[in-house]
């Protein structure tokens, strides 16, 4: 079966990008439908360009992806929860760094109503300011409850180091206690007038529907809207440490934490899959360098991975083990090994990172919210929504010197290294 995972992965994408119907509206606005076998269920992902990246204060994005359900000019909150409960609607919003997100999973016979709700919660909401004061407290308490987790504030921290305090990037996207108890109705609103345009949304519709006739009725509901004016967005650029630097941190824990950090290019640039592959290498799975190393070899780590977030423009690779505070260095040793002798690759090692890429890749696809996420996000990034077919036919013809390359390139440079050890 694995020998023939390339082949049915490229028939299954292929199949995907021949069903989707992309279409611009006037204003700008960019819709993605795609049908599935899945029948009766739909999914809604909604993209829009910005994020936590365009704020000024920290977590005002957040709080406005929070306020826009809590009531339109048309419906209170209490009557969009009765809208979503009697079409059995399930609806969640999300703040990411270059976007924001909105999700809504519907029966298909449902999918108009959905589409007439986000149509008011998107163009039309209150930004009611009682509410305002109500999501701030919240946000505050779970702030405070994370404020206490040693990952949280080790990678908080390392992000610091590696953009710069005062950078979009290096900042936590649900803000400060401090940053969120000073953000002004006015701020939130000024945010959304901004960005929250036609020209700036993909929505992406997948599932059991009609392309042409849901294309119809986006056209119908969105192609009124006027289209505002471009906010301009930067991204940061990619460039290694200058030079290699380790902090300490004492907290009150039971476990010591190893974090490392290396600045790497984002999703945007051409050795991202490579970077993709690297990253499955070091840390994806119970086969993965750190797992043989840390659990299997040695058997000093409770929890271990690594992580590759898909930003723009500059990204991390970011490695982290929890251990005993007895065998710190031990463990501290075997994470910079292992990063290291990537250089030494085998083609054995490399084949089966390479094929566990491309099968988990298409296990998400399975999930009509993975689907239509990713429809939506390569959209957004520039990459095209057909890079969802592109990508496993690149990583298939990543060769072992690719690795190799990237390795030397990015990995060979400085990092930063935080160590968090108990108080005690």
């Not at 993209?47 to 209170?76: F, W, Y």
């Not at 640039?269 to 799975?285: Q, S």
């Amino acid at each position: 079966m694995r020998k023939f995972l390339p082949y049915i992965l490229v028939i299954f994408l292929s199949s995907i990008q021949a069903k989707t119907l992309k279409s611009k509206l006037p204003n700008g606005l960019t819709l993605l439908i795609t049908p599935t076998e899945i029948k009766q269920l739909a999914y809604i992902t909604v993209l829009i360009k910005g994020g936590s990246n365009v704020e000024n204060n920290p977590g005002a994005s957040n709080l406005l992806m929070r306020l826009l359900p809590l009531g339109t000019k048309q419906h209170t909150k209490d009557e969009i929860r009765k809208i979503l409960e009697d079409n059995l609607m399930d609806l969640e919003t999300q703040t990411n760094i270059n976007y924001w997100q909105m999700n809504i999973r519907c029966p298909s016979y449902s999918l108009p109503q959905a589409l007439n709700l986000l149509k008011e919660i998107l163009f039309y909401p209150l930004l009611d300011e009682y509410e305002l004061e109500k999501e701030k407290k919240k946000i505050i308490a779970e702030i405070d409850a994370l404020s206490i987790e040693p990952l949280i504030i080790g990678y908080a921290r390392l992000c610091q180091a590696l953009y710069g305090l005062n950078h979009p990037y290096g900042r936590p996207v649900n803000g400060t206690r401090e940053s969120v108890e000073k953000i002004s109705l006015q701020e939130i609103r000024s945010l959304y007038l901004a960005f929250f345009q036609p020209q700036n949304i993909i929505i992406s519709i997948t599932g059991d529907v009609e392309p042409s006739k849901i294309t119809e009725l986006c056209s119908e509901l969105f192609g009124e809207l006027p289209k505002g004016e471009n906010s301009p967005i930067s991204y940061p650029f990619y460039h290694p440490l200058i030079r290699s630097h380790s902090e300490v941190l004492k907290l009150d824990s039971q476990f010591a934490y190893i974090l490392i950090g290396i600045p790497l290019p984002g999703i945007n640039h051409p050795d991202y899959p490579v970077l993709e592959l690297i990253n499955a290498l070091l840390g994806k799975g119970t086969s993965s360098r750190l797992a043989k190393a840390l659990r299997w070899r040695m058997g000093i780590s409770y929890d271990f991975g690594s992580l590759y977030p898909s930003l723009l423009g500059k990204s991390l690779l970011f490695v982290w083990a929890t251990v005993d505070p007895e065998r710190v260095d031990e463990a501290k040793e075997a994470l910079i090994n292992e990063i290291a002798s990537l250089d030494y690759l085998d083609a054995k090692e490399y084949e089966k990172a390479r094929n566990k890429l491309k099968g988990d890749y298409l296990l998400s696809l399975s999930s009509l919210k993975k689907l239509s996420f990713q429809l939506a996000f390569y959209e957004a990034t520039g990459l095209g929504y057909n890079y969802i077919e592109k990508f496993p036919q690149i990583v298939e013809n990543i060769t072992l010197w690719d690795v190799k390359r990237a390795v030397r390139r990015y990995l060979k440079g400085n990092l930063f290294l935080l160590l968090i050890t108990p108080s005690s």
